[in-house]
């Protein structure tokens, strides 16, 4: 045995422990309750290919971007659906580009819907959410959960999804569908008709994949009733 060898072997081991005890732990999202499909195991991934319903997929998770902090699930996914459907943008500074970001959305107008101190705290409520979208060139539409069957609910996402000029965002509650905890948004981007699941794009991309979920239960989920608006949570679609 070597000089070399005899100092390797000796070594070696103490070497691999401290490694692995330095390493950083890997990105770690929360598990899935039964009932819901993550996009990133096999079965998610089959139902996007097999999916009827995708043309909102791909201009969606092209501005994929994750909420900036606890309260800016709406802010994020406005900012998604204003790049993808690809109206004038202010300034984003940092790359001296014009594209939406969660910080040069806000303005006067979007000020005068809800402040952005606001949004800080508390979120938004849905028709805040619409409200901050009909600040811009778009076409609005807010539907309430409760207003709309679990069959109108279907068909109306159903046919967005199938147009890519239009984009359907999501309020639901997170513990209706199994998932920790409380009022969320998001866009959706897919339907797939033979298991009737669509997939939702969540925005806090550390806390839970895009995920596929069942109709009846994402309905479900938009007919709660929302403790800051006492109304129920629902869709809002946005068009050019
Ligand atoms: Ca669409």
């Not at 009909?134 to 207003?147: C, I, N, R």
């Not at 069957?149 to 209706?176: C, G, K």
Request: charged share 15%; proline share 5%.
């Amino acid at each position: 045995m070597t000089l070399f060898h005899r100092f390797w072997y000796g070594c070696s081991l103490s070497s691999f422990v401290m490694l692995v005890s330095a390493l950083p732990l890997q990105a770690q999202t929360l598990p899935l309750s039964e009932g819901l499909t993550s996009l990133l195991s096999p079965e998610g991934e089959a139902l996007l290919q097999g999916s009827e319903a995708q043309a909102d997929y791909f201009p969606l998770t092209s501005h994929f971007v994750t909420q900036d902090n606890q309260a800016f699930c709406g802010v994020a996914s406005i900012v998604m659906v204003l790049n993808a459907i690809g109206i004038p943008a202010p300034e984003a500074t940092t790359w001296s580009r014009q594209y939406f970001t969660q910080s040069n959305v806000f303005n006067e107008q979007t000020e005068a819907v809800i402040p952005q101190t606001v949004i800080a705290r508390q979120g938004l409520t849905l028709a805040e959410l619409g409200g901050i979208l009909a600040s811009y060139p778009v076409e609005v539409e807010v539907l309430h959960g409760g207003d709309i069957s679990v069959t109108e609910f279907r068909q109306t996402v159903v046919e967005n999804l199938a147009n890519r000029d239009n984009f359907v965002l999501i309020n639901y509650l997170r513990r209706a569908i199994g998932q920790e905890r409380g009022g969320h948004i998001s866009p959706i981007a897919a339907y797939d008709a033979d298991t009737d699941q669509f997939l939702i794009l969540d925005v806090s991309r550390y806390k839970y994949p895009p995920v596929w979920v069942g109709t009846e239960a994402l309905w479900a989920a938009t007919n709660t009733v929302d403790g800051v608006s006492g109304k129920t949570r629902g869709i809002v679609l946005v068009s050019r």
